[in-house]
């Protein structure tokens, strides 16, 4: 069975310091992988889709950047971070072959708090 | 772009009762999917269920139903029934077949008394 992986849980950064967030799939190959940013009171918000290794595209304009060195490893980052930047970001994964439904499995999230 | 809207912010049920959660969304494309996800305290995002938009049928998984409106752009939510673990934050989405990017609705809360 798949299972996707996304950490650390919890992370207190201070302003202007750099961002590292990593996300792994297990159990299969070549998946679509996404990041989304879910703000307090509101609903998830695509930041970054790939398709395939080395193969990023960004949703919206920020501060942010991602990576995806693996088939399987996808990586949110950020050479300096912003109080806006706080919030909680989830990985998610979908396959690409016609059967998948178009159906999104979430990771268990990040809770990113910028101080 | 297409939008969700939840006009819902908070809804309240009995167990064993049931309830309706709304969903509203804009398009022109005339083929695309709708989501109902769930978000319990662990806040880990879980499917609920999915319709396509090119099937009348509604979709049903166990206590789960949805009420497709597709002229009408409504997509509710039935949870019969309802049980303790029911309890979280609910989420209407919606997709494009030609791209998998999922726009999320605001989210109704869900609260179970027993």
């Known amino acids: 069975s798949q299972t996707i992986h996304q950490w650390p849980a919890t992370l207190v950064q201070p302003v202007g310091s750099p961002l590292s967030l990593e996300c792994t799939v297990e159990?299969?190959?070549?998946?679509?992988l996404y990041w989304y940013r879910q703000a307090a009171g509101r609903g998830l918000q695509l930041l970054f889709y790939?398709?395939?290794?080395?193969?990023i595209s960004s949703e919206v304009p920020q501060n942010l950047s991602a990576s995806r060195p693996q088939d399987r490893q996808f990586i949110l980052s950020s050479k300096k971070l912003l109080l806006s930047d706080s919030g909680f970001y989830l990985c998610?994964?979908?396959?690409?072959?016609?059967?998948?439904?178009?159906?999104?499995?979430f990771g268990a999230g990040t809770r990113l708090s910028v101080l | 772009a297409q939008t969700v809207t939840q006009s819902q912010p908070e809804m309240s049920v009995q167990e064993a009762e049931t309830v309706t959660l709304s969903c509203t969304y804009d398009?022109?494309?005339?083929?695309?999917?709708l989501f109902w996800y769930k978000q319990p305290p662990s806040r880990q995002m879980i499917l609920v269920i999915r319709?396509?938009?090119?099937?009348?049928q509604n979709a049903t998984e166990n206590r789960f139903s949805v009420n497709f409106q597709k002229a009408a752009k409504s997509f509710s939510l039935k949870i019969s029934d309802s049980q303790l673990g029911d309890a979280a934050m609910y989420f209407c989405?919606?997709?494009?077949?030609?791209?998998?990017?999922?726009?999320f609705g605001t989210g109704t809360r869900l609260l179970v008394s027993p």
């Open positions: 989405a919606y997709m494009n077949t030609g791209f998998q990017k999922l726009v």
């Open positions: 790939s398709v395939g290794i080395g193969q």
């Open positions: 398009t022109s494309e005339s083929d695309y999917y």
């Open positions: 159990g299969t190959s070549n998946p679509n």
């Open positions: 319709q396509e938009a090119y099937k009348q």
């Open positions: 998610a994964w979908s396959r690409q072959d016609l059967l998948a439904k178009n159906i999104q499995y």
